[in-house]
Every structure is written in C-alpha cells, then in structure tokens.
C-alpha cells in the first residue's frame, strides 16, 4: 500500500476502536495487583470512568478480579457497581469489606442503589440496606415494594419540585440554598397544592429569564406523567417516541413521588434491545460473557430442544417421500437448497416483524397492509431465485422438469417464510407470549416443513 493507503488504514483502525477499553491499561492494572503495587493500581484507576473499570472486571479471571477489589479496596465507586453485568455484582459485592460498600452505596442516586439490590439474594440486600441512612433506607424499601419492571423501579426519589405560584427568582435562590440537590437533573417540577405535578421547566428557561416572571408561564409544552405501576418498557417507549429528558412520576393519586431522567429510560431501551436480540437467537436474555459453561450451557439448552423437536418433524416429512427420493438422487442435493433459503427468508421477516412490534410500529391498524407487504416481498424473491435456481438446476442435472419443480418449491418456500415470519409474532404477541423468545423453532418449522413438502410433493408429482 501507498503511504496515503497507509495512513488511512491507521485512521480506520483508530476509528474502529475509539472508546475501547485499551488493553495496555487492563495489562498494567494486572501489573499492579501481581505486585501488590496499590499506589500503582490507583494511579490506572483514577483516570477511567466507572464504566471501563467496570469493563476491567468484567475481562479479567475471578481470582485476579478478587484480588484487585481487595487491593483497590476503599477507593472502590459504587457507580462502578451500578455499570457492572448483573452476574458479576453479587460475586464482587461480596468480596467488597463492609465499610467499603458502605461508603460505596451511599454515594448513589436511590434509583441506582435500587438497581443493584433488586437482583440480590436477601442476606446481600440487607448488607447494603444496613449501611444507608434510614431516610435513604426507606426510599429504596419503597421503590422495591413496587412490581419489578415498572416505573416505581426506575425512578429515583430525589427530585426537584416547586410550587406553582413561585417566581424564577424564587426557584433560583431555593436551589442555591439548598443543602443537597440530585446529582443529575435538568426540570424543575411544578406542583400544586396537593403535589400533583402540573408541568416541567427546563433548567435553561430558569437561568436564561428575569427574577420577576412566573414559572408557571416557562412551562414545556409536552409534560407527560409516569404513572408509578407503568411497565418500564413503555417507559423507555415514551422517552424515545417524545424525545423526553426526564418525567415526574406519580402514585395512585396523582401525587409525585420520583422522577425518572433520560439515562435510566435509554439504559431500559438498550436492555430491551439486547434481549430480543438474544431471544431470537434462542439463548437467555440473562446471558453473559461472564456466565459459568454450567449456566451458558443451560440457558442454551431449551431452544435448542424445541429446535430438535422442529427437526424431527421435518425428518418426518422427508421421510413421507423417501422412495422419490430413492428414485432421483438429485433431489436429495437439492433439498438443502430450498430448506436453507426458505429458513434464511423466514428469519429475515421475523425479525422485521420482531422489532416492528416492540416498538409499536406493527399494530393492529397497519397488520394487514404489512402482512400483504411481506407476502409480495417473498412472492418477488420466491420468483426470481426460483427462476435462477431453476436455470442452474436445468443445467447442473440436465432434467428440465426438476428444473420447474424446484423453481415453484422456491417460490412456495419463500411466499410461506415470508406469512410464517410475520404471522406467527403477531399471532405469539396477540397470545401474550413474547415473540422474540417464541418465534424461532415456529418460523423455521413452517419453512422447513412447507419447504420440503412442496419440492417432495411436487418431484413426486412430475418427475415419476
């Protein structure tokens, strides 16, 4: 390569790894746990974010990660607890001494605290619980006390709030006096006498306007209010679909209790994304890299069986033809053609279909125009690989009636992967069944089954 080639390569490769965890930096964190070196572990912990010490523990071996906990040992952040995978915190936190996760926890946001002791074991949730203060202590029992998954979960507690009636002047010196204010904030709450939120004001409006004007009048025009059982995924729906930044949340009576900010909703967001992800492939959305072969492995195995039981019955239905398939061997060279294409056309829909229903776009409204849609689409593809299929097969076995056959077993194939793909989420999601766990083993069945039935089917028919 020219030099220019040379620099432009460089700038890629720079480019793919912008934000990667440089492994100079994990190999010298292990330098200094070797050594014992604390001062020398300090020192390559104190520049990163919790999130890449965080991705240190995560890469390591656990006798290594053991030993760098005990070595960075009081300098240990809870926000490094709240970036961890959720397999790993139980592991660290009870390595962590007590005076350590003590100080460690009370440094976070309830939302955060919350976060990391819901998937504890109880005896770890009362260690950390033990180590708050009662006020902090009976915010986080009453985020738990709310269902898993809903907003009263996401939410923290500490929120900024003022009455309706105050002026910017007002808000301005209640937040420079006040002794302690959430971390991260961007609206003020405007409430009214019973604490019923009635609009946000951004934290720019306040800074920007004169002492003398009312709150009330820098209202934002979009104020949506969460209510405390709403599921957190149509939370994180609601902050994407109206480009919110933060929401009050509010009880059973309308009374704000929390408030929820944009990081939590798109964390939610990401999780969700990442399961379905995982659901279709088969594999538990609880997965990780840091997961023992014991529990990869059975996490794995269910699908995997349901898998089975579809290939059985594929088998079944080769089986139905195997004296065709005895009398012209090139059918049994085609068969994987027509199974592998028609199951690569089915994931495809499904997956569209998929992520179409999480996030709300397939509804009930647009269901049959989308289902028309991917019909055509199949029934186009169907077509023209069945043209190209029938021309190689023409030419490859020189028998132009196998040729037709496996042109129409093609187009069959595709026009079935293409209603199976996108009937069967709607049908498991209309069932209340999740159709990214669900949809798989279905999908491939309905391709490999009518796949093999309508090539067998047909080479019967014509060939002999």
């Given at each position: ?87 790993l915190r139980e592991e660290i936190i009870a390595i962590l001494r007590p005076d350590v996760l ?104 306040v800074m920007s306007t004169r002492r003398n004007v009312a709150m009330v009048d820098l209202t ?159 029934a186009l593809n169907g077509l023209l690989f069945g043209c190209l299929m029938a021309l190689v ?72």
């Amino acid at each position: 390569m020219t030099e220019t080639q040379d620099q432009i390569a460089a700038e890629a490769e720079v480019e793919d790894d912008a934000y990667k965890l440089d492994q100079r930096t994990v190999a010298r964190a292990l330098d200094a746990v070797e050594t014992g070196d604390r001062q020398q572990l300090s020192d390559v912990m104190e520049p990163l974010h919790a999130a890449d010490i965080a991705d240190i523990l995560e890469q390591i071996s656990p006798a290594d990660r053991r030993r760098l906990i005990l070595l960075y040992d009081k300098e240990f952040d809870g926000e490094i607890l709240s970036e961890l995978d959720e397999g790993l915190r139980e592991e660290i936190i009870a390595i962590l001494r007590p005076d350590v996760l003590a100080e460690a926890v009370r440094e976070l946001d309830s939302d955060d605290i919350v976060d990391i002791v819901e998937d504890l074991d109880e005896p770890q949730q009362e260690a950390i619980l033990d180590q708050l203060e009662d006020a902090d202590r009976v915010a986080v029992e009453q985020s738990l006390s709310y269902p898993e998954f809903s907003a009263g979960r996401l939410m923290q507690r500490e929120t900024v709030f003022a009455p309706e009636h105050w002026t910017v002047g007002e808000t301005i010196d209640f937040l420079r006096n006040a002794e302690e204010l959430p971390e991260h904030f961007y609206h003020v709450i405007l409430v009214d006498p019973k604490m019923r939120p009635i609009g946000n004001v951004t934290l720019s409006k306040v800074m920007s306007t004169r002492r003398n004007v009312a709150m009330v009048d820098l209202t934002e025009e979009l104020f949506q209010v969460i209510p405390v059982n709403q599921d957190e995924a149509d939370v994180a729906y609601a902050f994407n679909q109206y480009h919110l930044i933060s929401a009050p949340v509010v009880d059973e009576d309308d009374r704000l209790i929390g408030m929820i900010t944009i990081d939590d909703a798109m964390a939610v967001l990401d999780e969700e994304h990442e399961e379905d992800i995982l659901r279709l492939a088969g594999v538990s959305d609880e997965s990780s890299l840091s997961d023992t072969i014991f529990d990869a492995a059975r996490g794995r195995a269910t699908w995997l069986f349901v898998n089975l039981l579809t290939a059985i019955l594929a088998s079944l239905v080769i089986e139905a033809f195997a004296e065709t398939i005895d009398q012209m061997v090139a059918l049994a060279v085609l068969m994987p053609i027509v199974a592998s294409m028609g199951g690569n056309a089915g994931t495809q829909t499904m997956t569209v279909a998929v992520r179409a229903l999480a996030t709300k776009d397939l509804t009930t409204q647009n269901a049959v125009r989308v289902v028309w849609r991917e019909v055509s689409v199949g029934a186009l593809n169907g077509l023209l690989f069945g043209c190209l299929m029938a021309l190689v097969a023409g030419f490859w076995f020189g028998i132009p009636m196998l040729a037709l056959v496996i042109g129409l077993a093609m187009l069959m194939t595709q026009i079935a992967a293409a209603l199976g793909g996108i009937v069967i989420p709607m049908a498991l999601d209309r069932a209340g069944i999740d159709p990214a766990l669900a949809s798989g083993p279905f999908v491939t069945t309905v391709t490999d089954v009518v796949g093999f039935f309508a090539f067998l089917s047909l080479a019967a028919a014509v060939l002999l």
